[in-house]
T-cell receptor, first 115, second 112 residues
Framework: DVKVTQSSRYLVKRTGEKVFLECVQD?????MFWYRQDPGLGLRLIYF???????EKGDIPEGYSVSREKKERFSLILESASTNQTSMYLC??????????????FGEGSRLTVL | TQLLEQSPQFLSIQEGENLTVYCNSS?????LQWYRQEPGEGPVLLVT?????EVKKLKRLTFQFGDARKDSSLHITAAQPGDTGLYLC????????????FGAGTQVVVTP
């Protein structure tokens, strides 16, 4: 079974703390994505990566950074967490398909609460 | 600003009823995807539509892509409790690779 695994299902952090969210995929996909999901807003793209060490800003990159040192692993970093970053974070991967983004395979999500 | 508008936001129906979910935009998409998300899980792809006017069927689910490739609909016939979930549409454009635009989703609840 293909799988995207997110390291933590639930996290509670304090304002100002550094937060790492890890994502690993076993499908040898080139592309990996980080989204946040908030009620009424759907999924919003934070960052994506189409190759090792490559990253592209999505629609809401402010307050976040990412790291992709290995093909299978894509990390989302909150340098200094704030309460407005309380959300569900979803990692996804897809295979390279030229002009199309392709089918996204999602992890189960990481629910982050910042107090 | 949500580029893809989904309606309704919430739908509660009885088992056996039919329902339709709409996904509309002013943008033209090269393809449009429909996902279903169940509680505690990530979204799972149901279908991708590519050609204007295209109709795809997946058992009791019928997906249609508008002729102008700006809108889509999902129709469920004789809904079952297993159809309960958050339905999300996502549009792809060739000039914004990697940046799928998601709608806010339609929460569907089917009660026995």
């Amino acid at each position: 079974d293909v799988k995207v695994t997110q390291s933590s299902r639930y996290l509670v952090k304090r304002t100002g703390e550094k937060v790492f969210l890890e994502c690993v995929q076993d499908m040898d996909h080139e592309n990996m994505f980080w989204y946040r999901q908030d009620p009424g807003l759907g999924l919003r793209l934070i960052y994506f990566s189409y190759d090792v060490k490559m990253k592209e800003k999505g629609d809401i990159p402010e307050g976040y950074s990412v790291s992709r040192e290995k093909k299978e692993r894509f990390s989302l970093i909150l340098e200094s967490a704030s309460t407005n970053q309380t959300s569900m974070y979803l990692c996804a991967s897809s295979t390279y398909r030229g002009t199309d983004t392709g089918e996204l395979f999602f992890g189960e999500g990481s629910r982050l609460t910042v107090l | 600003t949500q580029l893809l508008e989904q309606s309704p936001q919430f739908l509660s129906i009885q088992e056996g009823e039919n329902l339709t979910v709409y996904c509309n935009s002013s943008s033209v998409f090269s393809s449009l995807q429909w996902y279903r998300q169940e509680p505690g899980e990530g979204p799972v792809l149901l279908v991708t539509v590519v050609t204007g006017g295209e109709v795809k069927k997946l058992k009791r689910l019928t997906f249609q892509f508008g002729d102008a490739r700006k809108d889509s609909s999902l129709h469920i016939t004789a809904a079952q409790p297993g159809d309960t979930g958050l339905y999300l549409c996502a549009g792809d454009t060739t000039d914004s690779w990697g940046k799928l635009q998601f709608g806010a989703g339609t929460q569907v609840v089917v009660t026995p």
